[in-house]
């Protein structure tokens, strides 16, 4: 039988810290580039930088990252501390030929988010204008400009970290003459009645931006991509009220084209996103 890193993490482990403690090792991590990050129960903080290395040692990574507290503010900056390794945890994570460069311990990167940016790639085409209202270090905006080609993406951040490095992977991944990147708050910089796709990859509050992704549509028609977490009960019936109520303004109709549920955000939770058209009545 076959030994799973995990496997190999705890035997190593076991010779580390008493033997009470070994269940409460995490099987799951956020592996970004040679750069890994895991969550601690209490018990274990103690030991974690034993813990950090074995960890570090069986995935191949240079450095190891506590998550103390998750992503907060309007930044989405992840509250982390290194445990083990190299105080410079800046790394180049690869994911679907994509070249993503960051550092962990400053810009968030979600593995569970994978499939969505996948899609992402496929779903536009070479005729469309595009603009991505949270782009961050160009999380959906490089796939669809690597391997859908629109004509332009517009792709907006308003954290000067992530915008130093969305313009890095640009170049990284050669679609400098497709993206271009505008730093700032996206009420301001995102220009209107361009775009025939609008993506909202945000989580916090993203109901309050639909009235600036319709205008930033072409005649305030096209398809916006549109994320929310939602409480599972309440899906999709609440994020189209929050859409309709947005396009009631602009006297648009509304139409659900797709709709998935990207991840589990929390118990009876989900990190949910619509394709929605809007369009003439």
């Known amino acids: 039988m076959i030994e ?4 190999q993490i705890k035997k190593l482990l076991s ?3 008493p033997s009470e403690l070994i269940s409460k090792i995490p099987d799951k991590w956020e592996k970004i580039g040679d750069t890994v990050t895991i969550k601690l129960p209490t018990e274990l903080i103690r030991h974690e930088k034993k813990i950090g290395e074995k960890y570090a040692e069986i995935l191949k990574c240079k450095t190891a990252l506590l998550d103390v507290s998750g992503i907060s503010g309007v930044y989405r900056e992840p509250n982390v501390k290194i445990i083990y390794g190299n105080k410079k945890a800046e790394t180049i994570h690869i994911e679907n030929g994509i070249r993503y460069k960051l550092d962990p311990q400053k810009i968030m990167f979600s593995s569970g988010n994978m499939d969505e940016r996948i899609r ?3 779903i ?24 859908s080609k629109p004509k332009k993406i517009f792709a907006c951040e ?19 003459s497709i993206v271009e990147p505008l730093l700032g708050n996206n009420r301001t910089i995102a220009p209107k009645n361009v775009a025939n796709r609008v993506i909202m990859g945000y989580l916090d509050d993203t109901h309050k931006f639909l009235t600036i992704a319709i205008e930033c ?4 028609t096209g398809i916006i991509h549109y994320h929310e977490v939602c409480p599972n009960k309440l899906f999709p019936e609440r994020p189209l009220k929050n859409v309709k109520e ?9 139409d659900l084209l797709n709709y998935k549920c990207i991840k589990s955000y929390a118990p009876g939770v989900g990190h949910y996103v619509l394709d929605i058209r809007i369009g003439e009545k």
């Not at 549509?217 to 305030?220: H, I």
């Not at 947005?246 to 509304?254: F, M």
């Open 4 to 7: 799973t890193p995990f496997d």
């Open 15 to 17: 010779r580390e810290i």
């Open 120 to 122: 992402m790639s496929k």
């Open 124 to 147: 536009s085409n070479s005729k469309e204008t595009v603009i991505d209202l949270f782009a961050g270090i160009g999380y959906f905006t490089l796939p669809m400009a690597v391997y």
């Open 158 to 176: 308003i954290n000067p970290v992530a915008y130093d490095y969305l313009c890095e992977n640009i170049v990284l991944n050669n679609v400098t």
């Open 217 to 220: 549509l072409k005649n305030k």
């Open 246 to 254: 947005a396009s009631e303004k602009y006297k648009k109709k509304v």
